[in-house]
């Protein structure tokens, strides 16, 4: 059975940082590519970040770059998003996601966790 489990979200002030963690496990993810998304009360999904599994390939929403760092270590089969001078609008529940490489497609998700940056 396929798991993403995220972990190190929290309450921070702006300006501050976090390091959020998707433990993957399940299945081989070569060919896969890993994403965070974040959905925020009474707003959409957004795509965050997305790294490929085998790869060095990595992707940002313009609202992050410069801000948002996603990293994997292969031998711990684990996805991290460095979070810094995060802003109020950072604010929400942030998804892990793993789908096949070029397809834009997620077959599998974490259930999420929230972040929330005080002002």
């Known amino acids: 059975q396929v798991q993403l489990v995220e972990s190190g979200g929290g309450l921070v002030q702006a300006g501050g940082s976090l390091r959020l963690s998707c433990a993957a496990s399940?299945?081989?993810?070569?060919?896969?590519?890993m994403a965070w998304f974040r959905q925020a009360p009474g707003k959409e999904r957004e795509f965050v970040a997305a790294?490929?599994?085998?790869?060095?390939?990595?992707y940002y929403a313009d609202f992050v770059k410069g801000r948002f760092t996603i990293s994997r270590d292969n031998a711990r089969n684990t996805i991290y998003l460095q979070m810094n001078s995060l802003i109020p609008e950072d604010t929400a529940v942030y998804y892990c996601?793993?789908?096949?490489?070029?397809?834009?497609?997620?077959?599998?998700w974490g259930q999420g966790t929230q972040v929330t940056v005080s002002s």
């Open positions: 996601a793993a789908g096949p490489y070029g397809t834009h497609e997620y077959d599998y």
């Open positions: 399940g299945r081989t993810f070569s060919g896969y590519i």
């Open positions: 790294i490929a599994w085998g790869r060095s390939t990595t």
